[in-house]
C-alpha cells in the first residue's frame, strides 16, 4: 500500500501546486508574521493574546480555540523563519502519503495536543507557534520509518533531530513529547485503518 517515499526539495513555483495544504499554512503564518512586524507588535505580548496566544488562565476560562490560532502566530523573526523551514522541510512528503485532508488534520491535532501540553504545563507565560505541529509531524515520521516507509537514513535523521531538538526545548520538554506521541499514535492508526479497508475490498 505504501511505497518507500523519497525526500527532495521542489522549487516553490510547483510546490505550491503540488502541496496545496503546506502551502496555505506558510502563507498563513507569514501574513500573520509580516502583520506583527509592519503594526509593530513583535515585541507586544498583549497584542499576542489579543490575537490567540496561548496564556494559561485565559486556556482555563474556556478560551480553547487559542490551542488552534496560536500555531499560526509568530512574533519574532528566529521563530517564524525556523517553524516555517521546518513546515518547507517536512510537511510536504506527509501531505503527499496522507492526501491533503488527513495530512491537515493531523498537522492540527498534534499541534493543538502540543499546546494543550504546554496548558498542562500550568507554563505562565505567552506561548506562541507552530513548534507543537512540527514535532508532531516529526512523530509521524518516526511511525513510518519504523514501518519502513520512508527511507531508514531520513528515519534514522528524524530519530536524532527529535532527540536534540527535545533536549534544546526542555523547558517544554513535556509539550514537545506530547506533540510527538500524538503524531507517532495518529499515523499509526490511520494507516491500520486504511490497511483494514483495502483488506475488506
Known amino acids: ?3 518507500r ?6 522549487p516553490f513555483g510547483p510546490f505550491m501546486h503540488m502541496f496545496p495544504v503546506v502551502t496555505g499554512i506558510l502563507l498563513l503564518q507569514t501574513a500573520v508574521f509580516l502583520f506583527f512586524l509592519f503594526t509593530g507588535n513583535t515585541d507586544n505580548p498583549e497584542a499576542w493574546v489579543n490575537f490567540g496566544a496561548v496564556i494559561y488562565w485565559r486556556i482555563a476560562e474556556g478560551e480553547f480555540w487559542r490551542l488552534l490560532f496560536s500555531l499560526f ?3 519574532n523573526f528566529f521563530q517564524f523563519i525556523m517553524v516555517a ?3 518547507y522541510l517536512l ?3 506527509l501531505e503527499r502519503l496522507f492526501g491533503k485532508s488527513i495530512f491537515l488534520f493531523i498537522f ?3 499541534g493543538i495536543a502540543g499546546n494543550w501540553g504546554v496548558y498542562l504545563m500550568d507554563f505562565q507565560g505567552v506561548y506562541t507557534g ?3 505541529a512540527v514535532y508532531g509531524n516529526m512523530g509521524v515520521y518516526l511511525y513510518l520509518y519504523l514501518r519502513g516507509i520512508v527511507h531508514p537514513l531520513l ?3 528524524i530519530w536524532a533531530f527529535v532527540i536534540i531538538t527535545l533536549l534544546l526545548g526542555y523547558p517544554f520538554l513535556f509539550a514537545h513529547i506530547v506533540a510527538v506521541i500524538t503524531g507517532f499514535v495518529l499515523a499509526m492508526v490511520i494507516i491500520q485503518i486504511r490497511q483494514m479497508m483495502i483488506r475488506r475490498r
Open 73 to 75: 502566530l509568530h512574533v
Open 155 to 157: 528515519g534514522k535523521s
Open 5 to 10: 517515499q523519497k525526500h527532495r526539495l521542489i
Open 130 to 132: 507552530a513548534a507543537e
Open 85 to 87: 523551514f521546518s513546515v
Open 108 to 110: 492540527l491535532v498534534t
Open 91 to 93: 510537511s510536504p512528503q
Open 1 to 3: 500500500m505504501y511505497q
